[in-house]
């Protein structure tokens, strides 16, 4: 029986940490500021957005909101992030997505000055994860590291299994498993025997977006698993990419949805907005 990787405890235990350094800056005179940015109304991104508040709140960063209109033009959004751009308050830049049709993503994250871009999208940013030398961190797969850490997972010499190759978490992950001297394979929908490819691996980090993707006999026995899925099964219940149940049974370690990967990706970002501030100081 696996034991379970909780997001709660190991976030709280952040948490406490980043409340210390957003003390220590206070001390000195310098503040911590977030701004976010959501545009339209995805009942979705709004809980998001609650959370990163409630999170800066946690802390003792200031976070300032901007709820702007479905309508906002992409103009209006880049005269916005200007102003946030060359705002000294403003520590961090959090622009929600998805965005609405009319606004193109990639220009307005593009827009987003690297040094306040703590989601770590800007190409800038990504390229930095990419050769391994970086301020801001990718907040999921950071968190899903820094779980490994508080676990004491050793990830040098293993073989690391990312199903899925997102810019926001199947590539950056497997940078950072690599970083750690991890022996990394990303496998995606068209990657051909897939279940010989996980069954391979040490470390099985599951980020496909399907529910009850990765049966039990897709697993290798004593297998770290991690499952970033957050979908809804047929009842509406939130569940990840992993039939829990079955594979908790195989695996040494395992992720649960809710309570694993989803808690720490806020703590990240609250740790990049705390490092953005820090290089201020
Ligand atoms: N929408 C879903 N996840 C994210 C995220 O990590 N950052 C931003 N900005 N939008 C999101």
Same mark, same amino acid.
């Given at each position: 029986?696996?034991?379970?990787?909780?997001?709660?405890?190991?976030?709280?235990?952040?948490?406490?940490?980043?409340?210390? &350094?957003?003390?220590?800056?206070?001390?000195?005179?310098? +503040?911590?500021?977030?701004?976010?940015?959501?545009?339209?109304?995805?009942?979705?991104? &709004?809980?998001?957005?609650?959370?990163?508040?409630?999170?800066?709140?946690?802390?003792?960063?200031?976070?300032?909101?901007?709820?702007?209109?479905? =309508?906002?033009?992409?103009?209006?959004?880049? *005269?916005?992030?200007?102003?946030?751009?060359?705002?000294?308050?403003?520590?961090? $830049?959090?622009?929600?997505?998805?965005? @609405?049709?009319?606004?193109? =993503?990639?220009?307005?994250?593009? /827009?987003?000055?690297?040094?306040?871009?703590?989601?770590? /999208?800007?190409?800038?940013?990504?390229?930095? $994860?990419?050769?391994?030398? /970086?301020?801001?961190?990718?907040?999921? @797969?950071?968190?899903?590291?820094?779980?490994?850490?508080?676990?004491?997972?050793?990830? +040098?010499?293993?073989?690391?299994?990312?199903?899925?190759?997102?810019?926001?978490?199947?590539?950056?992950?497997?940078?950072?498993?690599?970083?750690?001297?991890?022996?990394?394979?990303?496998?995606?929908?068209?990657?051909?025997?897939?279940? =010989?490819?996980?069954?391979?691996?040490?470390?099985?980090?599951?980020?496909?977006?399907?529910?009850? /993707?990765?049966?039990?006999?897709?697993?290798?026995?004593?297998?770290?698993? $991690?499952?970033?899925?957050?979908? &809804?099964?047929?009842?509406?219940?939130?569940?990840?990419?992993?039939?829990?149940?079955?594979?908790?049974?195989?695996?040494?370690? $395992?992720?649960?949805?809710?309570?694993?990967?989803?808690?720490?990706?806020?703590?990240?970002?609250?740790?990049? *907005?705390?490092?953005?501030?820090?290089?201020?100081?």
């Amino acid at each position: 029986m696996a034991e379970i990787i909780s997001g709660k405890v190991v976030s709280a235990a952040k948490r406490e940490e980043l409340k210390e &350094r957003v003390k220590a800056l206070n001390e000195k005179g310098i +503040s911590t500021g977030l701004a976010v940015i959501i545009v339209g109304n995805n009942s979705a991104s &709004r809980v998001y957005v609650n959370n990163k508040k409630k999170g800066c709140e946690e802390i003792g960063v200031t976070s300032f909101e901007y709820a702007l209109s479905e =309508e906002t033009t992409e103009a209006e959004l880049l *005269t916005l992030i200007n102003e946030l751009n060359n705002d000294d308050r403003v520590d961090g $830049i959090l622009c929600q997505l998805p965005l @609405p049709k009319h606004i193109d =993503e990639k220009v307005i994250l593009n /827009f987003i000055d690297p040094a306040k871009d703590v989601d770590a /999208f800007h190409p800038v940013n990504v390229g930095h $994860i990419m050769i391994g030398d /970086f301020t801001f961190l990718p907040c999921t @797969p950071a968190g899903i590291m820094e779980m490994l850490k508080f676990y004491n997972i050793s990830v +040098s010499g293993k073989k690391c299994v990312v199903i899925g190759r997102s810019n926001i978490v199947g590539k950056p992950m497997a940078m950072l498993l690599l970083k750690e001297n991890g022996t990394v394979e990303i496998c995606h929908s068209r990657t051909a025997n897939l279940k =010989e490819e996980t069954l391979s691996a040490d470390i099985l980090v599951a980020a496909v977006g399907i529910a009850d /993707f990765v049966t039990a006999d897709m697993v290798k026995e004593g297998a770290v698993v $991690i499952d970033v899925g957050m979908n &809804r099964n047929a009842e509406g219940k939130l569940c990840g990419d992993v039939c829990f149940d079955e594979v908790e049974k195989k695996a040494s370690f $395992i992720t649960p949805v809710p309570g694993g990967v989803g808690p720490m990706t806020i703590t990240m970002l609250l740790e990049n *907005t705390v490092r953005s501030a820090e290089a201020k100081a």
